[in-house]
């Protein structure tokens, strides 16, 4: 079973805050997502990457920033956080591009922008 | 653009009924890949079934769907709900290479 892991699992921030959410797995996948989970929106993707050094803009990427460090860290960052931002967010990799491959998901993190 | 409708937001329904939830998609690729997700409370989405054929029924822990390129559907199906099957559900559309794309999700509320 592939692992992905998410820090922090909480977090409260106020707004204009600075927050990184870490995404670390350890399957050797090449592509590694950031989705945000919303009541009446589902999942969402934010960024995703298919190796290091290497970033795609996803279908909601305005006031997020990402950066794939390694093959295994994959990181959002939020630098001037807004109410709006308050979710779930889930981390995600697969093996290769998602056309038939499975997507193994983190535990997600819960951010709150008060 | 590419998309995937959910249309049924809750779902509810008494153990032992029969249970089906719509999904269609759009895209202009002619050889998507269609998923299922389930997310049960507190848990993170998980694989339940997937499917690149045309006409093809897929199973997976007493689930099916089939994917119907004629009518770019991807119903998934369940004879017999049990309780253990309250979860949030998502239908997904993989092609071309990019990521994912999820549904807005249905949500099953399976009571005794």
């Known amino acids: 079973e592939a692992a992905v892991t998410q820090s922090p699992r909480n977090k409260v921030t106020v707004t204009g805050g600075n927050v990184t959410l870490s995404c670390r797995q350890t399957?050797?996948?090449?592509?590694m997502y950031w989705y945000r989970q919303d009541t009446g929106h589902g999942l969402r993707l934010i960024h995703y990457s298919y190796g290091a050094g290497n970033l795609q803009i996803g279908d909601v990427p305005d006031g997020y920033k990402a950066t794939r460090t390694t093959q295994e860290d994959f990181f959002l960052l939020l630098e001037l956080a807004s109410p709006s931002q308050t979710s779930l967010y889930f981390c995600a990799s697969s093996e290769q591009g998602t056309t038939g491959n499975t997507l193994y998901f983190g535990e997600g993190s819960r951010l709150i922008v008060v | 653009g590419d998309s995937v409708t959910q249309t049924e937001g809750l779902v509810t329904l008494t153990e032992g009924l029969p249970v089906m939830l719509n999904c269609t998609y759009q895209?202009?690729?002619?050889?998507?890949?269609l998923f299922w997700y389930v997310q049960h409370l507190n848990e993170s989405p998980r694989l339940l079934l997937k499917?690149?054929?045309?006409?093809k029924r897929t199973e997976h822990q007493g689930f099916h769907a089939t994917l119907h390129k004629s009518s770019s559907s991807f119903h998934l199906q369940k004879s017999s709900a049990q309780l253990s099957d309250s979860a949030l559900y998502y239908c997904?559309?993989?092609?071309?290479?990019?990521?994912?794309?999820f549904g807005t999700g249905t949500t099953v509320s399976v009571s005794p």
């Open positions: 499917s690149f054929t045309d006409n």
């Open positions: 997904a559309l993989g092609q071309g290479g990019r990521a994912l794309i």
């Open positions: 399957n050797s996948h090449n592509y």
């Open positions: 895209t202009i690729y002619s050889n998507p890949f």
